[in-house]
């Protein structure tokens, strides 16, 4: 029981992390876009037309950065999975004396 | 007694968590080599666009015909419907990634240089995004 609570100790925080880092950066990136564009479109370098496709676009990456966060969520579920049973496996090896 | 209980106990709870399936398809060498090339390809047929779209038609397709490769091989493979959801907002054309600014190309024949270098930014970091999920991927020792 004891290897199993070190086992969600370890790895539960870091597939928190990798959701709100990738939100986190999401989030910077996006306020830094805007600001640059409105720079730009300010300047007249792009038109309005082309700043829309920009913030079209950078809510596109948002949408694959969501899957990717989404995605090595599950890889590290499967990693847990994983290392749920190397632990019980070599639990009931050490407890018969194998 | 008991320790021999809960030894077995412990053995069948380790042969259900065992037995589930995993929840996403793991490393692929091949998905993350056609991630890196395509983004490299991407990009720099990005900075041919200030020119017009025609001279550079040969190259739009065959980086056309190489995304799509791309899109089916993720596509084919199970449990792997993040990387091939990626896939489709990149190339979709009447978005605004790869597929889209090909066809803002083709439409307007040829784009400016602000306009190209702020999507070519975008759309690294949507490559990116697509590397990342597979490089985090679990890997399987051959």
């Known amino acids: 029981m004891s290897i199993l609570a070190d086992q969600i100790r370890e790895n539960l925080p870091s597939m928190r992390e990798v959701i709100l880092d990738s939100a986190r950066d999401a989030l910077r990136k996006s306020s830094q876009d805007l600001a640059r564009w409105n720079a730009m479109l300010a300047a007249g370098t792009i038109s309005s037309q082309e700043y829309e496709w920009l913030v079209d676009s950078r809510i596109s990456v948002i949408e694959m950065e969501t899957l990717k966060a989404a995605g090595l969520a599950l890889a590290r579920i499967d990693e847990f999975r994983a290392a749920i049973v190397r632990s019980i496996t070599g639990a009931a090896l050490r407890a018969v004396g194998v | ?142």
């Open chain 2, 1 to 142: 007694m008991k320790v021999l209980y809960k030894t077995i106990l412990a053995i069948l709870f380790g042969c259900a968590v065992a037995s589930c399936a995993p929840s996403i398809a793991p490393f692929s060498q091949q998905a993350y080599r056609y991630a890196t090339e395509l983004k490299v390809e991407s990009l720099s047929l990005m900075d041919r666009a200030e020119n017009p779209f025609l001279d550079h038609l040969k190259h739009v397709e065959k980086l056309k015909i190489d995304l799509e490769k791309a899109y089916e091989f993720a596509k084919g493979r199970p449990r792997n419907e993040h990387s091939t959801k990626q896939w489709e907002i990149l190339l979709d054309p009447d978005r605004n990634l790869i597929g889209g600014f090909l066809f803002r190309w083709e439409s307007e024949r040829q784009l400016s240089y602000p306009f190209i270098q702020q999507s070519q930014l975008l759309i690294a970091d949507a490559f990116d995004t697509v590397i990342g999920l597979e490089s985090g991927k679990i890997r399987f020792s051959d």
